[in-house]
């Protein structure tokens, strides 16, 4: 099979050193990849490294190899094409179809789809005119990935930093992989809940469980993917930042609880990916509790948490708001499940059968999605991306 063709546009800013990382991510997963930097691009990294990474000539102008048409030929024959970094000043020329070198030519002639990765200082990010540049490009199908915010260039610091290149490469990924299905959560708020809340008894002991939080930020990184803003509550996760989304870190229920509700108020979707606990203890001990060499440990009082599923399911933030729970159980798997959706009150319940080595932490899961019209979707064996494509199929379905 022919491997994937990906266009890789890099234009002129410092993050350009990155896209090194993703081009070899991009080469090593079996991808070819042809890189098409701006003339600027080149002030940063050289052409030597971009054609010795990539395996292909590398050229900035519509002049050089004009036999062979480049500047028609690179974006016609592409299955993807990324800019990353994207500059502000690449986003304004992509989006007004101005076309006055070959990586600009290519963004024309590409009808495959299409990803931008900007970077930029925060007030350039935040200027209307590149917010609206911004969403002419998202209008028109393309995915523009929301910057990371951290240490920009120099000692400021703030939204702008183009995101890991491990998680653009994610986003690339997840794209190809939906061809040439246009994304269908652009405009699209979603809140995602991961993690699994600690309960504190006191400065060093906590009440947990073992949620990973992989399958919230594979629900993260999928609709990021299908042009969704993203919402990420994450509790107590130990993973990289998903591309372009939000991450709010949260504690304990009663701060999860917090993140979504503010969240949600402009939500078109919720879902409920977070493992909370039911019950935290009923006292916080300031000190460290000490133990007693001529007593027994003291009784651990609980309380119960607040059931944030069924309070955003039962006074919804917005009409027609989509809201997916998640089950574990490990027996009689369906039955309680369909008694949870209906406890609960969410459209969708995502059941897992969880057990010794199933889900919790892995890779893989298999789940059905119960509906609260009574749909059974069952989801194979598989990646937890699966799982999360499946839910966000089932979501822009009743968004409509
Ligand atoms: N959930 C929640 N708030 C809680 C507990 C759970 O929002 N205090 C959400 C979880 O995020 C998940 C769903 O509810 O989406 C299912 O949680 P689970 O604990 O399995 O449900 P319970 O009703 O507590 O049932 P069980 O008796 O099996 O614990």
Redesign the pocket.
Known sequence: MDKPKVVLGVSGGIAAYKACELLRRLTESGHDVRVVPTASALHFVGAATWSALSGHPVSTEVWDDVHEVPHVRIGQHADLVVVAPATADMLAKAAHGLADDLLTNTLLTARCPVVFAPAMHTEMWEHPATQDNVAALRARGAVVIEPAVGRLTGVDTGKGRLPDPGEIFEVCRRVLARGATAPDLVGRHVVV?AGGTREPLDPVRFLGNRSSGKQGYALARTAAARGARVTLIAANTALPDPAGVDVVPVGT?VELREAVLTAAVDADAVV???????FRPAAYATGKIKKKEDREPEPITLVR?????AEISGDRARPGQVIV?????TDDVLANGRA?LK??GCDLLVVNEVGERKTFGADESEAVVLGADGSETPVPHGPKETVAETVWDLVADRLG
Not at 272 to 278: C, E, I, K, Q, T
Not at 305 to 309: F, Q, R, S, T, V
Not at 325 to 329: N, Q, R, S
């Open positions: 809940s229920a409920m990916a977070a493992a909370v606990a039911d948490n607040p059931d944030i599923l729970g998640f089950a574990a159980e949870k406890r609960k």
